[in-house]
């Protein structure tokens, strides 16, 4: 799931207690909107844009770089081998 700037679904587990959920969706909509400035400045150039994606399997957050043209994800942090490993050992 990619999260976008203009329509922003955060998820913070049910269970955790109120103030701390706040702060968690505050922190997630910060690095959401840094993100979003990093892509209007075009730092890495007009091809490529970062992606804030949740992993499917560990429901964790993951940050893309992706060349805007074909879609091809050319880096991933973390990488996708860290959540098979912590899949694997879970």
Do not use: C, H, W
């Amino acid at each position: 799931m990619e999260l976008s700037a203009s329509r922003i679904q955060l998820a913070v587990p049910a269970d955790t207690p109120v103030q701390e959920r706040r702060l968690e969706l505050q922190e997630q909509q910060q690095l959401i909107q840094a993100v979003k400035k990093l892509n209007e400045t075009e730092l890495r150039g007009s091809n490529q844009e970062l992606r804030i994606v949740v992993d499917e399997d560990s429901q964790k957050p993951a940050v893309r770089l992706v060349d805007r043209e074909t879609q091809e994800v050319i880096q991933q942090y973390p990488p996708k081998s860290i959540f098979r490993r912590a899949r694997q050992m879970g």
